[in-house]
């Protein structure tokens, strides 16, 4: 199994600053991915963070809103750019780990 | 279309009382992988089973068991003698070939003592 540390777990911010938050896995994975959970909604894919490419962005999301890095197998991050109150989520990193898809813990975003 | 229906948005038991959080899918591969997911009040989301779509076996894993019927595209979730640390949001989601999930809207549900 993989175990996926995220930074930071919650912030609040203003609108129109931006965010960037960080996904460690404790193993080098294939696969990484961003979601995002609304308030009491389910899970949508932000982004496949592809390694040493640009990300495959899903419909509705775009990189200049979302920029997304991955500069190696085990580290990724997601930037929340010139955040609105809209932008209040949870954020969540995934990776690949065998036939399984791990989580991290979310990064609990509020934008005032 | 892909699509993953969870119908119970909430559902509340009495501790020691069974449970079944009912998911339906929807997609027109024939090789595809559901999964269930506990998104405990903490926010984590806990791996809880893999399923492929050839196997239709049931599964236990000590009080969870899950019963997935392809006949009806329905893949539920069963906890026996429900607990209070029971208490989550069950998402039910699906894979195709791709590595993206579709998730259900989850279940949340409250096990009272």
């Known amino acids: 199994s993989a175990v996926i540390s995220q930074k930071p777990s919650r912030d609040i911010c203003q609108r129109g600053t931006s965010l960037t938050i960080q996904c460690q896995v404790d193993s080098q994975v294939t696969m990484m991915f961003w979601y995002r959970q609304q308030p009491g909604q389910s899970l949508t894919l932000i982004a496949t963070?592809?390694?040493?490419?640009?990300?495959?962005?899903e419909s509705g999301f775009v990189i200049d809103k979302f920029p997304i890095s991955r500069p190696n197998l085990t580290f990724s991050t997601l930037t929340v750019s010139n955040m609105s109150p809209e932008d209040s989520s949870i954020y969540l990193c995934?990776?690949?780990?065998?036939?399984?898809?791990?989580f991290g813990s979310g990064t609990q975003l509020s934008v005032l | 279309a892909q699509k993953v229906t969870q119908a119970q948005t909430e559902i509340s038991v009495v501790e020691k009382e069974d449970v079944t959080l009912d998911c339906v899918y929807e997609?027109?591969?024939?090789?595809?992988?559901l999964f269930w997911y506990k998104q405990p009040p903490s926010g984590e989301l806990v791996f809880l089973i893999r399923?492929?779509?050839?196997?239709?076996q049931n599964e236990i894993s000590g009080r969870y068991s899950w019963n997935f019927q392809k006949s009806t595209s329905s893949f539920n979730f069963t906890i026996t003698a429900s607990q209070v640390v029971d208490s989550a949001v069950y998402f039910c989601a699906l894979r195709r070939w791709t590595d993206k999930l579709i998730f259900g809207t989850g279940t949340r549900l409250q096990v009272f003592p």
């Open positions: 963070a592809n390694q040493g490419s640009e990300a495959t962005y």
């Open positions: 995934s990776a690949r780990g065998g036939e399984k898809l791990f």
């Open positions: 997609t027109r591969d024939t090789t595809y992988y």
């Open positions: 399923r492929n779509s050839f196997d239709e």
